[in-house]
């Protein structure tokens, strides 16, 4: 009953820019951490960006000064903004979203959005 869904992913040329969006669903009294992963081929899944219920980010070093966070609470929704985009930030990209749910009972959940591809060449 609760999705994630993502959008915004597409192809890009060297030092272009994407915003990734996810937006939540369901039954959700709050959102707490949301999270930014990517996968690329062949290599593990990698956290790229977090964000708090309170605002505070954090960043892998690779997109450091070159990806933003940010959230819309009003909207469920947690975007990344991707500028100076190279060939090596090639992805599957999934948000995560640790959410405050009150049906059947109140608690924590965690969860994934399905991924939205990226690709960076020329």
């Known amino acids: 009953q609760v999705q994630l869904v993502e959008s915004g992913g597409g192809l890009v040329h060297p030092g272009g820019s994407l915003r990734l969006s996810c937006a939540a669903s369901g039954s959700i009294l709050s959102i707490y951490t949301m999270y930014w992963y990517r996968q690329a081929p062949g290599k593990q899944r990698e956290l790229v960006a977090a964000i708090t219920r309170g605002g505070s980010t954090n960043y892998a070093d690779s997109v450091k000064g070159r990806f933003t966070i940010s959230r819309d609470d009003a909207k469920n929704t947690v975007y990344l903004q991707m500028n100076s985009l190279k060939p090596e930030d090639t992805a599957v990209y999934y948000c995560?979203?640790?959410?405050?749910?009150?049906?059947?009972?109140?608690?924590?959940?965690?969860?994934w959005g399905q991924g939205t591809q990226v690709t960076v060449s020329s």
């Open positions: 995560k979203a640790e959410l405050e749910l009150d049906s059947p009972f109140r608690r924590i959940d965690t969860t």
